[in-house]
């Protein structure tokens, strides 16, 4: 099949099993995940050709894979719509084919495949186990099909993003993903709290996806294209990046790369629109794992980095930052910087990894703000895979707990807490030790983990490009980053079960562990093909493969960097220094209480929730009630209507009493009818009935008339 | 000659009227019957029609007919359709047909179920054809003083349908505060195109009411400078347009359920169109002078809409409202005066039409077993009502704007041809996404994924097979114009050409 064929058909069947779960098989647990399952497999192989294909292409950067139909006409000229195999969407399709199937795969464990039905399971609640044999064991998820039907649907959002030539496919499937994100967070819509986070997190990224809507309808206007590569011509980048906006002294460039950035803040929870990341945990943990890790938050980063070009229009390697590309770097380092400081303090261990979440996007972004196209692009793989693992970890340890509380049959133990855990290392091996490589991919653990060699060359290009500020803040938030890691592992999985229902913890069906497995190699593995050439010893062993794929996306190849020791040292010190502390401080620790880092500023986030509460939400409500519909519909318009009902009948009642009654009826109409009585009543006494007197009138009458006619008319 | 069409399409529904009346009033499931042949009869012509304009890729106005009925006075019976009219006939044979359906109901005297209309259908049925038979009339006239007489037919049995079967509370209110502001609107507008039809016979010594003769009629720039506005507002005040929208959610409030349909799907489209068609095109300069006072207007009204929608507690204010917003967005497109917000205005009109109509045919089913509008009152409707559950979502993306849906195949354009005016104005005006997506999530995470109050329980009852069709017609129209935009957007584009060369090419 010709590739260009193929790329078109990746994202479609993850959406055909939408359809079919959804129209045919819902009834059929075993069916619809098969179903859901055989479509995520299909779409992976698709895209494993493709990208074998794609790599075996020299310069595929200048010669992508690419086609493309008519779509929306719009005058003369079609918006057009269509695919594009580059090396960066290529290497983001590789990611994502993996960690979806992976993610497919687990869902059927996490949701208790094979077990019996529960006991008191509702649709719409978490199962609550069954009793089966005098135990009580768990039980199957109610909404079992319906949830493939969802990540399904989902997929084809994420895969419809990667194949997109244009920005308006790849804000389908953006606001596909969207969609989903609230059905799925929502997933147990009958927990309040898991309602009120769907609306949350739909809510807050559809501020950003407004922005993102002005920028698509900005640039459209300024250029009269969506397609990325008649955009990134040299002339239309010059164009836009010499025209001023007339906002803020950016130029149309400029304005268009942040409007369209800001779409990414709300994708990709970023700061300030990052609070409804870590509420969105109440979802289903394999959907913490596919958003919130591997696909919809890698979108907003994949979408900035796709922006590159515009975003940096008239900035070349080297020069200072334009104000476009300082505002992202800022926005980036300091939401890694934050984020982190609030990881330290939770305890739910899904809540850790979300605030890891959000700070390592940060560093993405930041990456991507300094011009470090090729870093950017490679911690966004890495990351994908060891946060997709941890996720996934995490879900298991949550599962194996719940098999705990099940077996002691106390509900009030939370199963996510991680000071309810401890010693789950001897319960649950595969996980634990997954979970390990995760956790030190996640911290940067030197030289063997991938994430190691991602963030090294953030950090790196921070430092030798001069940008000292982010260098540095980027260096804290690593460190924090490996010490609250540390103390994550250490809580749940090191010293003593501190909890009977840790004690009975399980280790999970391979279903659940077998993904881990293999994300678990990538988390280590996938690092090597980006060792940078001039690295001691190391480098230079095998090609940096990476640099030279992805880096061939741009116009220019960015250039190699030179070797410099501090930000290595830096890199070997924040790891390994974080990771020791994480574990010298949290392993004899019991109790929230003698933990010193619950600091309620950061327990609470900073109260960024309260403050919203307070700062837009009940504003705005107050606008809405009182000011708009009190006020001006029902004050100002209403009344205006209303006016005219009394005046109508002031008017009216004026009308009838001042002319109506006195002059028309009185006067015009009693008044005929008083006349016409009073000479009907004068001239009654000549209606007597006497024959006699009626001729002798009638002949007075006669003759006197007679004589009239005959004087002036016949005489005349 | 030609098979006359869309006399066929106009008169049938009269026909129709007048057929029920004379049949026993117990005969309910005849009458009934009568209804649903006449309404798919006209769906599938308004369809040909379509699909005729459509696959032959025509231009200009089509299926032109004219039969003279007072010449002395230059009246004519002149039916045609363009680019921009035929999906309004196409949307309002789509609404009659599924407003008959949901009418239909279910009645069941154990269960305490009486759904759709129950009470008199004969006269109800009679009532809602006329008010259609008016729509399709000025949809496909080409004559001025017929596009009155009708637009006066499809705005008089409002007040009857309302003030009659509507909702107790409300409905003498309502109906006459629908009344007032519709006529004195029309009469405003009446005034500015007898002016117009005096002055053409001036300027060139034709005594006519045909529209397209009146395009060349040479009315001077401050002749169109001093009628616009009142043309242009008059119709547009049925069209909901701030400041003079608040007859319309009170309407839809107070009406019941399918002439909710009819009131927000068509004929708030009738006064945009009118106002499109008589305003615009007939004054294109008088248009060009005052188009920033109509994007003052419109973009109010797209923002505050929205804003009053969020904080209603009542499932069809909050319907009703959204109206106004989204009503707002065609005229918003439509003061754009260029291309790409035309094309959207028009693409709006019918995506808009579709999806209010969705919203109030589930709202009624709702309404009509649980006897409450209240959305806090309200819950677990997605367990009892899976299918209405589904079509209300899909309804709610299409309002949000979501890609895949016509929705946003018609305001993606509209926000592209504002920005080409005043980006500030797009800016303002999609703060309403936000808010729009904000009370369509509120609602439905309430209404349908919320918990059901007690005393619901064990009476919602299952819709009918009926009320299914007419929600899958009214979902497909959506979904079809979104992932294919082609099937509409050309179309619409040959009519907004028309436009754009009486604007002189703007």
């Not at chain 1, 934050?338 to 930041?366: C, E, H, P, W």
Request: hydrophobic fraction near 55%; aromatic fraction near 14%; charge should be neutral.
């Amino acid at each position: 099949m010709a590739t260009e064929t193929l790329i078109w058909l990746i994202p479609l069947p993850p959406v055909l099993a939408f359809f079919l779960i959804v129209l045919f098989t819902n009834k059929n647990k075993a069916l619809s995940h098969s179903v859901a399952i055989g479509a995520a497999f299909l779409s992976w192989l698709g895209s494993m050709i493709v990208f074998v294909r794609a790599i075996g292409v020299e310069h595929l950067g200048k010669q992508p894979f690419a086609s493309s139909i008519n779509w929306l006409p719009t005058g003369d000229t079609w918006l057009k719509i269509g695919v594009l195999i580059d090396p960066l969407s290529a290497a983001v399709l590789f990611f994502v084919a993996w960690t979806v199937l992976m993610i497919f795969i687990y869902s059927v464990g996490y949701h208790n495949y094979g077990q019996p039905a529960g006991d008191h399971d509702q649709a719409g609640l978490p199962p609550h186990g069954a009793t089966a044999h005098g135990h009580t064991v768990p039980s199957i998820e109610p909404m079992y099909s319906r949830f493939f039907a969802f990540i399904g649907l989902f997929a084809f959002g994420m895969y419809t993003l990667v194949v997109s030539d244009n920005l308006l496919t790849l804000f389908v499937g953006w606001e596909i993903m969207g969609l989903c994100s609230y059905l799925l967070i929502g997933f147990w819509y009958g927990k309040p709290s898991a309602r009120n986070a769907a609306v949350k997190a739909f809510m807050t990224t559809r501020i950003g996806d407004v922005f993102m809507l002005l920028g698509i309808s900005f640039l459209y206007y300024a250029t009269g294209t969506l397609t990325y590569r008649e955009i990134f011509t040299e002339e239309t980048l010059h164009v836009l990046s010499s025209v001023p906006s007339g906002v803020f002294g950016l130029s149309a460039a400029g304005l268009i790369a942040i409007l369209l950035f800001i779409g990414t803040i709300g994708k990709s929870a970023q700061f300030p629109l990052h609070v409804w990341l870590p509420d969105a945990m109440e979802g289903p943990t394999p959907v913490s794992a596919m958003i919130h890790a591997a696909t919809m938050v890698s979108a907003g980063v994949y979408a900035v980095i796709r922006m590159f070009p515009l975003l940096s229009a008239g900035w070349h390697e080297g020069a200072a930052l334009t104000p476009a590309m300082t505002f992202v770097a800022f926005i980036g380092a300091f939401t890694a910087i934050f984020a982190a400081t609030i990881a330290v303090a939770q305890n739910d261990i899904k809540r850790v990894l979300a605030y890891s979440t959000i700070s390592q996007l940060g560093f993405m972004i930041a990456a991507i703000g300094m011009g470090a196209y090729v870093a950017a692009v490679f911690h966004l793989i890495t990351h994908a895979f060891f946060k997709a693992l941890l996720f996934l970890g995490s879900g298991s340890v949550i599962h194996g707990m719940e098999h705990g509380v099940l077996h002691t049959g106390n509900h009030k133990v939370d199963p996510q807490d991680m000071f309810n855990m401890g010693g789950l290392r001897k319960k649950m091996p595969v996980t634990f030790w997954t979970f390990l490589i995760g956790g030190f991919a996640l911290s940067g653990f030197p030289l063997v983990t991938a994430g190691f060699w991602s963030k090294d060359e953030i950090l790196a290009d921070a430092f030798i490009n001069g940008h000292l500020t982010i260098f540095i803040t980027l260096a804290i938030a690593a460190f924090m980053t490996a010490f609250y890691t540390m103390r994550q592992i250490t809580l749940t999985f090191l010293g003593e079960a501190r909890t009977k229902e840790a004690e009975h913890a399980q280790e999970n069906k391979w279903t659940m562990t077998a993904p881990l497995v293999v994300l678990s190699v990538f988390a280590i593995g996938y690092g090597w093909v980006g060792i940078p050439e001039h690295f001691p010893l190391l480098g230079g062993l095998a090609p940096n493969w990476f640099h030279e794929f992805v880096g061939g996306t741009l116009a220019e190849l960015p250039p190699v960097l030179a070797f410099n020791w501090i930000p290595l040292l830096t890199s070997l010190v924040v790891a390994l220094g974080g990771l020791s502390l994480g574990w010298y401080v949290y392993k004899d620790i019991k109790s929230p209480a003698e933990d010193k880092f619950q600091i309620p500023l950061l327990k609470n986030k900073y109260y960024f929730d309260e403050a919203y509460e307070y700062l837009f939400i009940k504003p705005l409500t107050w606008f809405s009630e009182v000011f708009v519909s009190k006020w001006m519909d029902k004050g100002i318009i209403d009344s205006i209507l209303h006016i005219f009902g009394p005046a109508t009948g002031g008017i009216g009642s004026t009308i009838r009493n001042y002319f109506d009654i006195p002059v028309v009826n009185q006067f015009f109409g009693d008044g005929s009818a008083d006349v016409t009585y009073w000479i009907g009543k004068n001239l009654r006494p000549i209606q007597t009935g006497h024959i006699q007197q009626y001729l002798i009138l009638s002949i007075v009458v006669l003759s006197v008339v007679g004589g009239l006619v005959y004087f002036f008319l016949l005489a005349a | 000659m030609n098979f006359p069409i869309l006399s066929v399409i106009t008169f049938l529904p009269f026909a129709a009227a007048i057929i029920m009346l004379m049949m026993p009033a117990n005969r309910k499931t005849e009458v009934r019957g009568v209804a649903l042949a006449t309404a798919a009869l006209d769906l599938l012509l308004a369809g040909w029609v379509y699909l005729q304009y459509l696959l032959g890729h025509l231009t200009g106005y089509q299926f032109i007919e004219t039969y003279n009925w007072l010449p002395a006075l230059g009246i004519s019976l002149k039916f045609g359709v363009d680019g921009m009219s035929a999906p309004l006939v196409l949307l309002t044979g789509i609404v009659m047909f599924t407003g008959v359906l949901i009418s239909w109901g279910d009645f069941d005297e154990e269960r305490h179920l009486s759904a759709g209309i129950q009470d008199r259908p004969r006269e109800f049925f009679a009532f809602l054809f006329l008010l259609a038979g008016g729509v399709f009339g000025v949809f496909v006239s080409l004559d001025l003083f017929m596009l009155f007489f009708f637009y006066e037919i499809a705005v008089f049995p409002m007040y009857l349908l309302i003030s009659i079967w509507g909702w107790v509370k409300t409905r003498e209110y309502a109906a006459m505060k629908l009344t007032l502001y519709l006529f004195i609107g029309s009469v405003v507008a009446l005034v500015g195109a007898l002016v117009m039809y005096w002055t053409q016979y001036q300027n060139t010594g034709i005594l006519s009411f045909d529209m397209i003769q009146m395009e060349s009629a040479g009315f001077s720039a401050s002749f169109q400078y001093i009628w616009f506005l009142p043309v242009f507002l008059g119709f547009a005040v049925l069209g909901g347009i701030w400041p003079f929208h608040n007859w319309s959610p009170d309407g839809h409030v107070a009406a019941p359920t399918a002439v909710s349909m009819f009131h927000a799907g068509v004929l708030m489209k009738l006064g945009a169109f009118a106002a499109l068609r008589v305003g615009i095109m007939l004054l294109p300069e008088g248009a060009k002078q005052w188009a920033w006072l109509i994007m003052i207007f419109a973009g109010v009204a797209v923002v505050y809409g929205a804003f009053i929608a969020f904080v209603q507690t009542d499932l069809k204010y909050m319907i009703g409202f959204s109206s106004v917003s989204h009503m707002g967005l065609v005229v918003l497109g439509v003061s754009t005066l260029n291309h790409d917000g035309l094309v959207g205005a028009g693409v709006q009109m019918f995506s808009h039409g579709v999806m209010t109509a969705l919203f109030f045919a589930i709202t009624g089913m709702i309404y009509d077993r649980s006897h409450t509008r209240q959305i806090p009152e309200l819950g677990g409707m997605m367990k009892a009502l899976p299918f209405a559950g589904f079509g209300f979502i899909i309804g709610g993306l299409v309002s949000m704007g979501m890609p895949g849906f016509s929705g946003f195949v018609a305001e993606f354009p509209i926000f592209m041809g504002v920005w080409g005016r005043q980006w500030l104005v797009a800016v303002i005006a999609s703060i309403s996404i936000i808010i729009t997506a904000t009370y369509i999530m509120i609602a439905i995470r309430r209404v349908f994924f919320g918990p059901m109050p007690e005393k619901l329980e064990g009476h919602i009852s299952p819709i009918t097979a009926l009320d299914k069709i007419a929600i899958f017609t009214l979902c497909s129209c959506m979904v079809l114009i979104g992932i294919f935009p082609a099937v509409m957007v050309p179309m619409v584009e040959t009519g907004v050409e028309n436009i754009l060369r009486l604007l002189g090419g703007a």
